[in-house]
């Protein structure tokens, strides 16, 4: 059985070398940053929480001072152009070899038994990135390091934004520990009125989008939600469906997604990767689609919900 | 009702433009807290927490392979193909990514695409190209809607496949309560609000163009 053990610990070396190359140029906050990152994903199995979470407060403080990374040297304009045009649409071999190896081990590993089932996506994502690696180094003739020095190139842009998507994630779970979606699904059920079947709908689709845009991922929300309004209300006293009330109701929170900035990878990462200004360039560009798609969303529910 | 604080933190937080990792661990310790959790064990939570949602971070090991192809010219031969289509514009570009996306993540391959992998060194540079010539803050505006257009492709196209992951949290979420429904009946009524999406997406990225033919004008 190959786990997810080997691709962490892949990972992790990865984030090491970054580190690694980073004191060399005595870029010391972006050695230590990547460094405590890297422990914590190559070896994170083996310390103790207490530990861990030491770690996770470094990186916040670390990131708060900032990271003060050193530029990396890289080929110039000219050299560029004329690599791209030797090169020419080969060089997009090896970005499309990485979904096309995702999807085809997702469908096939699975009868191998060689994986766990459970995490065979995220073990095809591993292999089909390290695949794509091993074309582009060949393609390019680069070395080993030139692959590290690029790569700690890009993750240098990025910066501490890399991180958040984890640490939003570790939020929601203490949100969930500390018992947060019962308070907030109490507050919504306990202040509006839920006489009518229309406002029970439009109290659940807007209530997936607000409660997902708080813990920035809709499938937090809907269980939450579902367990509030959806089942015992909309499909219960009123007698709704609830393949409508589910499916249009996580389609109400995705919405909600396109507007938060603790949905990190969807809307503070992509910022950071694009090099923009603005942190929330995103969710600017986003916001309109998400409101008429809200809007659209309660009223698709409310149209066919109570029609069987 | 004191659990709420972290949520708080979090809007202050983001509204003061504080660094948002600071931010986050403040509102975990602080929710911890507030629910009588002694600050050892919030700290302890949040780094088991942290660990456990490593599953994030593989995403990144495409960083290598990326920054090597753009060593390699990648973002600018997608400008030459672009360069080469007179009818492009940024916005029939992105609607073009958005309508691939969206279709092919209602197959199933929603790692077609991307920000890093797609959006930063093909899908933006071939947006950029098609609207040449650009000032900096009209970059941004071009490259911002990239990244958008990949958002909206995936979200509102993966719901429509089977064999998602939302698809089947609810699948599962229902049977807990005693209701059986098909993968399929769930992802026939994900399907109205694709087709929404694509059509207000879509208009919006078409009155985009204007909006970037008004401010070369400008």
């Known amino acids: ?308 | 009702m004191l659990v709420l604080s972290g949520i708080a933190v979090v809007i202050l937080g983001f509204a003061l433009r504080l660094n948002p990792l600071l931010v986050v661990v403040t509102a975990a310790l602080v929710t911890g807290l507030s629910a009588h959790i002694d600050l050892l064990s919030v700290v302890a939570m949040l780094g088991h927490a942290f660990v456990a949602n490593r599953f994030i971070a593989i995403a990144w090991l495409v960083l290598p392979v990326i920054g090597l192809l753009e060593r390699g010219g990648i973002r600018e031969r997608a400008r030459a193909l672009v360069g080469r289509i007179h009818a492009a514009t940024a916005g029939r570009v992105l609607l073009a990514y958005l309508a691939l996306r969206q279709l092919s993540a209602t197959l199933g391959l929603t790692a077609l695409g991307g920000h890093v992998q797609m959006v930063r060194p093909v899908i933006a540079p071939m947006a950029e190209a098609a609207a040449e010539p650009l000032d900096d803050k009209t970059r941004e505006i071009v490259r911002a809607n990239a990244a958008a257009a990949d958002n909206i492709g995936v979200f509102f196209g993966e719901d429509v496949f089977v064999a998602i992951g939302s698809v089947l949290l609810i699948k599962g979420f229902l049977e807990q309560n005693g209701i059986v429904v098909t993968p399929l009946q769930l992802s026939v009524w994900a399907i109205p609000t694709a087709l929404m999406a694509f059509l207000v997406h879509g208009a919006r990225l078409l009155l985009l163009d204007r909006r970037l033919k008004r401010r070369g004008a400008a």
């Open chain 1, 1 to 308: 059985m190959i786990g997810l053990e080997g691709i962490y610990g892949i990972t992790g070396a990865m984030f090491a070398a970054f580190a690694f190359c980073q004191a060399l140029d005595g870029a010391w906050r972006s050695a230590l940053f990547w460094g405590c990152f890297a422990l914590l994903v190559g070896a994170g199995s083996y310390l103790p929480d207490l530990y861990s979470g030491a770690l996770v407060l470094v990186l916040a403080v670390l990131g708060a001072m900032g990271l003060k990374p050193k530029p990396v040297a890289t080929t110039d304009a000219q050299t560029r152009e004329r690599s791209a045009t030797s090169l020419g649409n080969w060089l997009f071999l090896p970005a499309l070899v990485v979904p096309a190896v995702t999807f085809a081990g997702t469908l096939l590993l699975p009868a191998t038994h060689l994986v766990d089932p459970k995490q065979v996506t995220l073990i095809s994502l591993g292999a089909g990135a390290l695949i794509a690696l091993a074309i582009a180094m060949t393609m390019l003739r680069a070395s080993p390091l030139r692959a590290v020095q690029e790569g700690r190139r890009l993750v240098d842009s990025i910066g501490w934004a890399a991180v958040l998507p984890q640490m939003l994630a570790a939020l929601g779970g203490v949100f969930a520990a500390a018992g947060m979606g019962k308070v907030v699904a109490g507050l919504v059920v306990n202040t509006i009125p839920m006489t009518e079947p229309v406002v029970a709908v439009i109290t659940f689709t807007l209530g997936m989008a607000l409660f997902t845009f708080i813990m920035g991922n809709a499938f937090a929300a809907f269980p939450v939600m579902a367990a509030g309004i959806g089942l015992p209300l909309i499909v219960g006293k009123f007698g709704g469906d609830p393949v409508i009330m589910s499916a249009v109701g996580m389609l109400s929170g995705f919405c909600g997604t396109l507007l938060t900035p603790m949905a990190a990878n969807f809307n503070i990462v992509p910022a950071a990767v694009l090099e923009l200004s603005d942190r929330n360039a995103v969710i600017k560009v986003q916001a309109p689609t998400a409101f008429i798609l809200l809007a659209a969303n309660t009223i698709l529910m409310a149209l066919f919900v109570y029609h069987r």
